[in-house]
C-alpha cells in the first residue's frame, strides 16, 4: 500500500517519504524514521480516537447527565481542553512552517499524519467533555477511560522517541536552518503538551471521583451508620489509588532527603551511584556473553581462540551483578547495607510525627477511637512507606532504566525492528499491569478494610475481658471474630485470584515478545548478518531485561498496595484538633489561683445544650463542690478548665487571663486532676508515681507516696516501688490505684486542684481514709470538686447545684439546706441520709443474725 501512494505522489513531484527514503526503512542516518514514526504514532492515534467516537455515542446514548454542583470546579478541565487545543495549533504551524519555508514539496507523510493528529485531538477533546458532563450510572467513577489514557500515553511516547535520533541528521537536533529551528521549538511545545495531558490524565482532576450512584443517593445515606457508610464510600467512591500519589509522596519526601545531615545525605548519594553502577554493569554482561560465544565458535574472519580475558571479565561483572539481575550482586548487598540508615531514619521521623500528632488530637478524637485499629494503621503505614521508598528508587526506576537502554542499544547495535518489538511488548506488558492491577484495587481496598475490622474486634474483646468474663459471653466473642475472619478471608481471595489472573496476562505477553524477537535473531543468524554470539547476546539480554519486568507488576502492585496502606495513616495524619493554640497564645502566668466562668455555655450537639450561661468565682485557696444529677455538666466544667474543649460562648479565666488566649501546655501544667476512675501504665508504681513531674528524684517520690498515705503499703510488695502495676493498673486495688493518683498529684505540685468524684468508687471506709490525703493535696490551693457524696463536701466554701446545664442553687452547706424542701440540694442530702440509714440498719441485722447463728452453734 505504502509503495503505490509511493508512486502517486511522484507523479506529483513528491513521494509519501522524504526524498530518498521509503517507508520500510525504520533506522536511517543514525535515526529513526521520521515517516516512519510519525505515519505509525498518527495511525495509533487515530485508530483510538475511532474506538473514542464510539464512546462518545455509547455515553451519549447510555449514560447520564451530571449535575453541575457534583462536578468539580472547571480550572483543570478547561486547561486540559486548552492544551489539546495547543497541540491543534501546533500541528496546523509546523505544516505551515515547512510549507512556507520548506525548500521541497511536503512529504506525503506529513500531510496524512497532520490529518490524523488534527482529528485526533478534536475527537479527544469531545471525549474529554463528554467524561467530564456525563457517567454511566452503573459504573463508579474511577478517572479517565482507558482509550484517552492510552492516547495520551502514546502522544507522549512518540514525542519522546525523537530523543533516540538526536545525533540524526534528518531530524531538527542540530539547528542548521531556520526550518530546524522552528521544528525544533514546536516539538518542544508538543512535548510539554503531551506530557502535561498524560500527568494530568492520570490524575484525573477535571472529573468527579465518586460514583453516580453514591451522589443521587447521599440523602438516604446520611442516615445509615457512620462505618457502613465509611466502608462503602472506600469501595465504591475512592478515585484511582494514583490520583493523591503526589500528595502522599510529598509528605514522604522530606524523610527521605534528610535535609541538614550531610553524612545521611552522602549516604543517599552514594547509593544513587551503586544503582548507576548496576546500569552499566547490566549491559556489559551480555556482551561479554556475546564476544566469548564470537571467541569459541569462530567467524568468518577470525578464528576459534581462547577468551580467558572476555571470562574474567565477565565473572568479575557477575560478582557485582549477582544472580539473575543482582538479587546478590556485591552492588546490590553493599547498597542494600548503606541504606538502611536511611531508612531508619525515614520510618523515624515519620513514626514520631505521627505519635506527636496522634497525642495533639482532640479529647472528642480520642473518646471515639478504636485502639487496635488506629495501632494498626501506624503499623501499616509505616511499613508502606519503607516498602515504597524500596521499590521506587532501587526498583521501579532501574527497571525502566534498564527497558530504555534496552531499546537504545538494539537499534543501535542490531536493527530498528528489534528496538520496535522490544518497545511494543514492554508496553503491552506496562499496559496490562497497570489496567488490572488498577481493576483489582477495590479487592485490596476491602480486604484492608475487613482486615482493619478483625483486629478491632480482637482488641476490644481482649481490653474488655473482665466484661466478658462476668457475663459469660466467650463462645459470643469467639464466634463474632470467627465471622470477622471469614468476611477477611473473602476478600482475600478475590484478591489473591485476580493476582493470578494478572501473573497469566504478564506470562503470557512476556513470552510473546521473547518468541517473536528470538525468531527474527535466528533468522538474521542464517542470513548471515548476525553471529551466534549475537543471539546469545540478545536472549541473555532480554531474559536478563524480562526478570526485572516481570517483577516490575510486582513491583507496581506492591508500590500501589503501599499507597493504599499509606491512605489509612494519612487520613490520620490530617484529622483536625479541635483545640489548638491561637499563634500568639502565651505561656500562662500563676500568680493566686483565681478561677472565674463568665456565662459559658458549651453543647456536644447543638440541639442538646450542656451548659447555660454559667458564671462562678472561686478564690484563691478555696475550695468549690459542684453537685447534681448525671448529665447536668459538672464534669464538662472540668474538662473545660483543662481545655479539652473550646467553650462556643463566654469565657473561662484564671487570674484575670483568658484560657482561650495561652498555651495549653502552660495551662495544663497548672493544673493538677485526681479522676474518679485511675488509669495507671502498665508499668511499675515508681514510674507512674514519678509520672506527675517526670524529672523528679526517687527521694520526692518517696515523700509523695508518703504524703499520700501509700508509701508504707507499696513497702510491703515483694518488689516494692518496682511492683509491675498490670494494664490499667489492674492489679492493685481501688483504693490503691486512687492513693498512687493523688500521688503524682502531690508530686506535680499544681496551683489549682480538680476532683472529679475521685472517691464514688470506693467504699465507705477506704474514702474515708482518702479523704484525709485529699485534703492535704488540696490545702492552700484552688479548688473545684466533682461530689457524688455530699458528704465529702459539706466544708466546701462554695457549693453549686447544676441541673440541666444552669446554676440552680449556690451558697454553703448549711445555707442551701436552710432553704428547706423545696431546694434540690436539701431533697439530695435527705436521700442520701436515708439511704445510709437503711444501710446501716442492714449491717445491724447481718450482725444479729451471726450472732443467733454463733450462740445456735
Known sequence: MWESLNIFRSSRGSSFCSSNHTFSEVWTENGLSRCFVDTISSSLLFLLMIVGAFEVLAYWKRAVKWQKEHRPKPHWFRFQIFLHL??????????????VLGHEALPGYVELSTCFYLASYLVACLVVFVERTRTLATRARRGHGIVLLLFWTIAAVSEILALVSISSDQWWFDLSDTVHKVEFGLWVGRLVCTLLLFLFGLRAPGLPHRGYALLINAERRQLEEEDEKADENDQSGQPSTWASAWKKLKMVWPYVWPKGYCLMQLRVLFCVFLLIAGRVINVFVPFLNKLIIDSLTGTKTHQVEFPWQYILLNVFCKVFQGGGFGGLGLLSNLRSLMWIRVQQFTTKGIMVKLFAHLHGLSLQWHLNRKTGEVLRIMDRGTTSINSLLSYVVFNILPTIADIVIAIIYFITAFNAWFGVIIFFAMTLYLVCTIVITEWRTKFRREMNLKDNKMKQKAVDSLLNFETVKYYSNE??????????????????????????????????????????????????????????????????????????????????????????????????????????????????????????????????????????????????????????????????????????????????????????????????????????????????????????????????????????????????????????????????????????????????????VLLDEATSALDTKTERNIQASLALVCQNRTTIVVAHRLSTIIHADQILVLQGGVIVERGRHEELLDIGEDGVYYGMWMQQLKAQEEASSGEEGTSSSESYTEKMD
Not at 495547543?86 to 510549507?99: D, E, F, N, P, Q
Not at 533468522?523 to 541473555?540: A, I
Open 86 to 99: 495547543c497541540m491543534v495549533s501546533i500541528y496546523i504551524a509546523r505544516i505551515a512552517t515547512l510549507g
Open 475 to 752: 463462645d459470643f466473642e469467639v464466634e463474632r471474630y470467627d465471622e470477622a475472619i471469614k468476611d477477611y478471608q473473602v476478600s482475600e481471595w478475590k484478591s489473591v485470584a485476580s493476582l493470578s489472573l494478572l501473573n497469566s496476562s504478564q506470562n503470557f505477553v512476556v513470552n510473546a515478545g521473547l518468541l517473536v524477537g528470538c525468531l527474527l535473531c535466528a533468522y538474521f543468524v542464517e542470513e548471515g548478518k548476525l553471529t551466534v554470539g549475537d543471539y546469545v547476546l540478545f536472549t541473555s539480554y532480554i531474559m536478563q531485561l524480562y526478570t526485572p519486568l516481570n517483577f516490575f507488576g510486582t513491583y507496581y502492585r506492591m508500590i500501589q498496595q503501599a499507597f493504599i496502606d499509606m491512605e489509612n495513616m494519612i487520613d490520620l495524619m490530617e484529622e483536625k484538633a479541635d483545640v489548638v493554640d491561637d499563634e500568639n497564645s502565651q505561656k500562662l502566668c500563676m500568680s493566686r489561683g483565681l478561677v472565674e466562668f463568665d456565662r459559658v455555655s458549651f453543647f456536644y450537639n447543638e440541639s442538646k445544650p450542656i451548659l447555660s450561661n454559667v458564671s462562678f468565682r472561686v478564690e484563691p485557696g478555696q475550695t468549690l463542690a459542684l453537685v447534681g444529677p448525671s448529665g447536668a455538666g459538672k464534669s464538662t466544667i472540668i474538662r473545660l478548665m483543662f481545655r479539652f474543649y473550646d467553650v462556643q460562648s463566654g469565657s473561662i479565666r484564671i487570674d484575670g487571663q483568658d484560657i482561650s488566649e495561652v498555651t495549653q501546655t502552660s495551662l495544663r501544667k497548672a493544673i493538677g486532676v485526681v479522676p474518679q476512675d485511675t488509669v495507671l501504665f502498665n508499668n511499675k508504681i515508681m514510674y507512674n508515681v514519678r509520672y506527675g513531674k517526670i524529672e523528679s528524684t526517687d527521694d520526692e517520690v518517696y515523700n509523695a507516696a508518703d504524703a499520700a498515705d501509700i508509701h508504707a503499703r507499696i513497702q510491703t510488695f515483694p518488689e516494692g516501688y518496682d511492683t509491675v502495676v498490670g494494664e490499667r493498673g489492674l492489679k492493685l486495688s481501688g483504693g490503691e490505684k486512687q492513693r498512687v493518683a493523688i500521688a503524682r498529684t502531690i508530686l506535680k505540685a499544681p496551683a489549682i
